[in-house]
């Protein structure tokens, strides 16, 4: 059995979890301005869910526990000379909404930064205490 988290425990597992949001933001951004022939083909962004792991009151740190599907609906557009379009000339486009996921992507990076900044003070008062004994 492991022993009891510290603030690197923490930390870290919280980085992790959000470069695992970070990596779901930059897929969905990746697909959202393709086009699909089909609404069921279409992509559908996906998003992490997390989950509070607490080891004692007033300790605790987050994973990922799954990811899903976001409930934006791909949108239907007219446009005949796509390549993809069906008889009618309609294509499906991604549903993915691009503004949240630029804003998600915004405050993933701003928690990220806060945990490494957690990490550099954590280790500094670490230093600073050896030093004392010195």
């Keep these: ?11 870290g597992r919280a980085m992790s979890a959000q470069l695992s949001r970070l990596n779901t933001t930059a897929s969905n951004l990746a697909n959202a301005r393709t086009t699909y022939a089909s609404e069921a083909e279409a992509y559908r962004a996906i998003k992490p869910v ?3 792991i607490e080891e004692s009151p007033g300790v605790a740190t987050v994973q990922v526990e799954k990811v ?3 409930d934006i609906k791909p949108v239907k557009r ?7 379009a069906d008889g009618e000339g309609y294509v499906w486009d991604a549903g993915v909404d691009e503004t949240a ?6 405050e993933t990076a701003r928690q990220y930064q806060n945990n490494v ?5 954590a280790k500094s008062l670490i230093l600073d205490t050896v030093r004392m004994g010195k």
């Design 68 to 70: 899903i599907q976001s």
């Design 50 to 52: 997390f989950k509070t």
């Design 101 to 106: 996921e630029l804003i998600d992507m915004l």
């Design 1 to 11: 059995m492991p022993g009891p988290m510290n603030i690197f425990d923490i930390s």
């Design 117 to 121: 900044q957690v990490m550099q003070t």
């Design 78 to 84: 007219h446009d005949p000379t796509n390549p993809m």
